[in-house]
Structure formats: structure tokens, C-alpha cells
């Protein structure tokens, strides 16, 4: 995995959103917050809440491969125990995916995109499964735990996942098509600032580093944080 060490971001102009290749495939170490076997966890560009985060794979490609099971079992449990140490330290923490769905190039907000497994995690923030439910009419599959939701949407053309809390997984069939930053919009909305939906436009890289800073310190004080793997 490369590493940017000075990813030089600001308000306006970044190294960032200067790059052609995967931003996730090449995260900024300054954003780093923990390295594990099959993933790691980086503070999110765009926080729309303390903490906010992301957990994304070394693979790039549209999915976790449910032909790897060990693999998906571990990335599904550094997720699950992520959810955790923030709901813990928060009081809730919301996880999404949105599956087998390409991430947005920061180079061409509206044109090109890549695919690159990942999760992001927003603690302390309103109950958005009511809305989830409400925009797909649907209450969805629902899974005890994550890598059952996995294995059940890895059979799906494309997919949402979303959890209030560890041990409540939705998944939501999206085979008619998505809003790009689907989760941040409801999150956004849910927390009185619809127009921070956009971490391109807004990603306030200084809370980011802030954020980053956090949970690097919470992983080292978390007894849960000993069980990443």
C-alpha cells in the first residue's frame, strides 16, 4: 500500500483532488488511523460528526470476494468491533456501504469512477435506518451479523447496507440505481447540514485531521482496539 506522507489538502485546492488514481488504493498517512490484515481505518474526508470514518480493503475491484471467506470474515469483524469502539465512545454509530457502486474520482466529481470496497462510520448521530427504510419502501434483508449481510449481498447486482448499531445489518436491493453519496445526504440532512453532503465540495480538511488524530488515540485506549486484526 502507498502512502502519501504530505497530502498538502486545503479547503480549496488538494492533493487529493488532484489525483487520477484511487484515493483508497494511495491514502494519506496523515488520515491514517490503524493498519489491519485485510483493511485499514482512515479518518473520512467531509466529516460530517467526530470521528467519522472509513474502513476500506487493499483490494480493488467491486466487491469483497465472498470466494475468500476468511478474508470477508475478518474484514467484517475489524468493521463490526470499529462500530463498537465508536458506539461505545458516542453513544451510536451508523455504518454504510454502498455495494459494488464505483467511488467517486476527486479528480472528476462528475465523470470518472472507480471501484474500491469500503465502510464508513458515523458516530453519534441520529437514527437514519427510518429514512434508509422509507426511500428503498423496504424494511430490506436483515442480518445479525456482517458477514452474513456480506455473503447475502455479494449475490445482488448492487446493493446499500445500513446499521444503527453492531448485531442490526439492512441490506437494500439498488438495481434501480442510487444517489451518489446516498448515506451522506440522509446523515447530512439528519444533522441540520444537507449542504456538507459532499465531501468533494466540502472536505474540511482540518476537522479531518483532528478526526484522524482521535481515533488514533481512542485505539489505543479501547480495549476493543486489541481485538483488530
Not at 468493521?79 to 454509530?93: A, N, P, Y
Not at 454504510?96 to 448521530?125: I, Y
Not at 451479523?145 to 447496507?161: I, K, R, V
Not at 453532503?197 to 482540518?206: K, M, R
Request: aromatic share 10%; net charge negative; glycine share 6%.
Amino acid at each position: 500500500m502507498n502512502l502519501i506522507k504530505k497530502p498538502g489538502l486545503s479547503p480549496h485546492e488538494s492533493e487529493e483532488s488532484q489525483r487520477e488514481d484511487c484515493f483508497l488504493c494511495r491514502p494519506s498517512a496523515q488520515l491514517l488511523a490503524h493498519i489491519g490484515k485485510e483493511c485499514y481505518m482512515m479518518a473520512g474526508l467531509g466529516p460530517l460528526c467526530d470521528c467519522y470514518a472509513l474502513v476500506a480493503t487493499y483490494q480493488h475491484g467491486p466487491m469483497l470476494a465472498p470466494d475468500n471467506p476468511m478474508a470477508l470474515g475478518t474484514i467484517a469483524e475489524y468493521s463490526e468491533i470499529t462500530q463498537r469502539i465508536l458506539g461505545d465512545t458516542f453513544g451510536s454509530c451508523v455504518l454504510a456501504e454502498h455495494g459494488k457502486m464505483p467511488v467517486c474520482n476527486p479528480n472528476r466529481p462528475t465523470g470518472s469512477h472507480c471501484f474500491h470496497p469500503h465502510f464508513l462510520f458515523f458516530p453519534g448521530v441520529p437514527d437514519p435506518l427510518p429514512e434508509f427504510e422509507d426511500y428503498f419502501q423496504s424494511k430490506g434483508s436483515r442480518f445479525k451479523s456482517l458477514t452474513d449481510a456480506l455473503l447475502h449481498a455479494a449475490t445482488l447486482p448492487s446493493y446499500f447496507l445500513g446499521s444503527s448499531q453492531p448485531g442490526q445489518y439492512s441490506v437494500f436491493t439498488t438495481e434501480n440505481g442510487l444517489p451518489r453519496q446516498f448515506a451522506r445526504m440522509v446523515i447530512a440532512d439528519s444533522v441540520g447540514h444537507p449542504d456538507l453532503a459532499s465531501w468533494q465540495t466540502h472536505p474540511n480538511v482540518e476537522w479531518t485531521t483532528r478526526n484522524a488524530k482521535e481515533l488514533r488515540r481512542l485505539l489505543t485506549s479501547n480495549e476493543l482496539s486489541r481485538k483488530l486484526q
